[in-house]
């Protein structure tokens, strides 16, 4: 069977029973490129280039759309057919630029007839016998040449063309294009699409390039005032703090086609499994908060989380906490289009608060006589409720981790977490790995719960990108000898549920398991208890708590929305362009105080969190001041 994965992201499975077959398929494919390559070139004569590769069923590592992939002899069972524009075609160019690229253009004669002479030996062998035409490794040899040779071709094409433009006047490069970033085409239909990672490469390349950081102006070094390590935890106010009223929702209903073409050719330069840590992705996938916000707009439901030291016995908190858990996610990824948060800056920091009402706060199984779930109601005055505090830092930037920390002392309890996530490119998806954990602790009772936390993928960047979490995940509390594990299911390629979640309750000494659940972790939930009692949650039409947060002007300048938000202004305003530059600055800014340290030998000193061991707690956590 051979797997096709074409450039707008879809996959089709053809059958081949042997070698004939197989023969059979990559003719009629090149000619239906063909076909479209010639109807394209009428159209459009500048077309880019187009690639299909393909690979018998099972294979662990399919190429991405558009990659033009390096085949060794150790992989007979691939073959990759790529359409550019030929070598003759670049020869045509000779005309136009005399005197230029004259070996290559001459080497690339000489190849052409090799390769013409190497395809008409293989045509000529014999149908049968020990080595025939269609001989598997042959064949192997027949297709990986031809697309070398069109890669080599396109590659004299982009050459000439880079000449070409050397000639004529061109804008000056900003700075933003010394970094390893994404520089690719702006169609000529919509030059309003900005983007500040395009360089001025020809409208048929694309390149991920590496070159020497340049030495930042003083403009660039005075856009934010340095961080200094030593100044300690920052006081903040709760009475300065006032009621989000930011709308998270992204109103983006798809991929643009210009920025469909701009992700094609990026994937087309990344290789399956890279790292995406080093790559400057586009600013038009960044969603307008950052990753500590994120990270605090998964604590919406604090009632929930208050309840869990309510619980009566160890098996009703562990139910709690299972359940809080499975319900946390869905206002954290609120709406379904995949956008990429901020990178945080090293020393960045995120400052929130909640009022829940007292009378809010109970064990969910006991709780049926609570108000409706829509309603969103939130106690002011003190006395009547609590108050949940949370803060974030960035402690890291190779690799990125990140902290926080979430404190009710009225409830003596605490959540402490850190994660290093990890993000690695997958075809026409992108994983990204919460490497780290979380515990939390109900110092009333003695308990600990460590809990990790799921991955997550966007999937069909090319069309319309969504989220969907996946992996499992483990809580545990080692002194009453509980544990659940919760897995986060993906969708399977044909049929099934996407965001599917079940879990499992266990009483590790007994071996008894005591509850149950299954749905979908953005929809309903339903538990089932090991006493035969049943119940649902709808995720939906729980209250939502609105954080509070300090305005900005009354923010530190590495608080998370006021170091952020030029970026954020000119993406509200759709300034692709102004939201990049803004976005570069802040991150140049951060390599040349990244360098300032590594000659000085200063090791970087977070304010708010302490690494010990291979982990990070709190400078001043709950459980160390009772």
């Known amino acids: 069977m051979l797997v096709v994965y074409s450039a707008n992201g879809e996959m089709y499975k053809l059958r081949a029973a042997d070698a004939k077959e197989k023969q059979f398929w990559v003719t009629q494919l090149r000619a239906c490129a063909k076909y479209h390559m010639e109807t394209s070139a009428k159209t459009t004569p500048s077309s880019r280039s187009r690639s299909l590769t393909l690979l018998p069923h099972g294979t662990p590592n399919p190429a991405s759309p558009c990659s033009q992939r390096h085949?060794?002899?150790?992989?007979?069972?691939?073959?990759?057919?790529?359409?550019?524009?030929?070598?003759?075609?670049?020869?045509?160019?000779k005309s136009q630029y005399p005197g230029q690229l004259h070996e290559v253009r001459e080497m690339m004669n000489q190849v052409e007839g090799q390769q013409k002479n190497l395809v008409h030996a293989i045509e000529s062998l014999p149908g049968s016998g020990p080595l025939t035409a269609l001989d598997q490794d042959l064949l192997l040899l027949k297709a990986t040449s031809a697309a070398t040779l069109s890669c080599l071709g396109e590659c004299l094409h982009l050459l000439q063309q880079s000449v070409h433009h050397a000639g004529q006047p061109s804008h000056?490069?900003?700075?933003?294009?010394?970094?390893?970033?994404?520089?690719?085409?702006?169609?000529?239909?919509?030059?309003?699409?900005?983007?500040?990672t395009l360089g001025s490469l020809p409208s048929a390349s694309a390149n991920i390039t590496w070159a020497i950081?340049?030495?930042?102006?003083?403009?660039?070094?005075?856009?934010?005032?340095?961080?200094?390590?030593?100044?300690?935890?920052?006081?903040?106010?709760?009475?300065?703090?006032?009621?989000?009223?930011?709308?998270?929702?992204?109103?983006?209903?798809?991929?643009?086609?210009?920025?469909?073409?701009?992700?094609?050719?990026?994937?087309?330069?990344?290789?399956?499994?890279?790292?995406?840590?080093?790559?400057?992705?586009?600013?038009?996938?960044?969603?307008?908060?950052?990753l500590l916000e994120m990270y605090a707009d998964f604590m919406a439901h604090p009632d929930l989380l208050l309840a869990i030291t309510a619980g009566a016995t160890p098996e009703e908190r562990v139910i709690c906490f299972v359940e809080y858990y499975l319900t946390a996610f869905h206002e954290g990824r609120k709406g379904a289009l995949a956008?990429?948060?901020?990178?945080?800056?090293?020393?960045?920091?995120?400052?929130?608060?909640?009022?829940?009402p007292k009378d809010?706060?109970?064990?969910?199984?006991?709780?049926?006589?609570?108000?409706?779930?829509?309603?969103?109601?939130?106690?002011?005055?003190?006395?009547?409720?609590?108050?949940?505090?949370?803060?974030?830092?960035?402690?890291?930037?190779?690799?990125?981790?990140?902290?926080?920390?979430?404190?009710?002392?009225?409830?003596?309890?605490?959540v402490n977490t850190h994660v290093w996530t990890k993000s690695k490119f997958m075809g026409m998806s992108v994983g990204v790995s919460m490497i780290g954990e979380g515990v939390l602790r109900l110092l009333e009772h003695g308990e600990e719960y460590v809990f990790t936390l799921p991955s997550a993928y966007a999937r069909s960047i090319l069309t319309i990108p969504w989220v969907e979490l996946g992996g499992k995940v483990s809580i545990s509390c080692a002194k009453t000898g509980y544990s659940a594990t919760v897995i986060f299911h993906t969708k399977p390629f044909y049929g099934g549920k996407v965001h599917r979640v079940t879990a499992e309750v266990k009483h590790n000494p007994t071996n008894t398991i005591v509850c149950k659940a299954h749905?979908?972790?953005?929809?309903t939930l339903e538990f089932t208890y090991n006493s035969g009692e049943t119940r649902v949650i709808d995720t939906?039409?729980?209250?939502?708590?609105?954080?509070?947060?300090?305005?900005?002007?009354?923010?530190?300048?590495?608080?998370?929305?006021?170091?952020?938000?030029?970026?954020?202004?000119?993406?509200?305003?759709?300034?692709?362009?102004?939201?990049?530059?803004?976005?570069?600055?802040?991150?140049?800014?951060q390599r040349v105080e990244e360098r300032k340290r590594e000659n000085l030998?200063?090791?970087?000193?977070?304010?708010?969190?302490?690494?010990?061991?291979?982990?990070?707690?709190?400078?001043?956590?709950?459980w160390k001041a009772h």
């Open 213 to 290: 950081l340049p030495n930042s102006t003083e403009d660039e070094q005075s856009l934010q005032p340095e961080p200094e390590p030593n100044s300690g935890p920052e006081l903040v106010l709760s009475e300065d703090e006032r009621s989000d009223t930011e709308d998270k929702e992204e109103t983006e209903l798809g991929v643009m086609e210009d920025q469909r073409s701009i992700i094609l050719h990026l994937i087309s330069q990344l290789k399956l499994g890279m790292d995406l840590t080093k790559v400057v992705l586009p600013t038009f996938i960044l969603e307008k908060r950052s």
């Open 540 to 589: 939906t039409t729980l209250p939502v708590y609105p954080k509070k947060i300090r305005p900005l002007e009354k923010q530190g300048p590495m608080e998370s929305r006021n170091l952020w938000q030029e970026v954020t202004r000119y993406l509200r305003l759709g300034d692709i362009d102004a939201a990049t530059e803004q976005k570069r600055r802040l991150e140049e800014k």
């Open 339 to 356: 956008k990429k948060p901020y990178n945080p800056i090293i020393g960045e920091t995120f400052h929130c608060s909640w009022e829940v």
């Open 172 to 196: 000056k490069p900003g700075a933003s294009e010394n970094i390893l970033g994404w520089h690719g085409p702006k169609s000529h239909s919509t030059e309003q699409l900005k983007n500040g």
């Open 519 to 523: 749905g979908e972790w953005n929809g």
């Open 360 to 414: 809010r706060v109970k064990p969910k199984r006991t709780a049926s006589h609570s108000p409706a779930g829509h309603e969103h109601s939130v106690a002011e005055d003190p006395s009547t409720s609590y108050k949940l505090r949370f803060v974030a830092e960035q402690v890291s930037h190779h690799p990125p981790i990140s902290c926080f920390y979430c404190e009710c002392k009225e409830k003596r309890l605490c």
């Open 601 to 622: 030998h200063t090791p970087w000193q977070p304010k708010y969190f302490i690494q010990e061991g291979d982990g990070w707690v709190y400078f001043n956590p709950l």
């Open 71 to 93: 085949l060794s002899t150790g992989a007979p069972g691939v073959v990759t057919i790529t359409h550019h524009k030929s070598p003759a075609a670049a020869r045509r160019a």
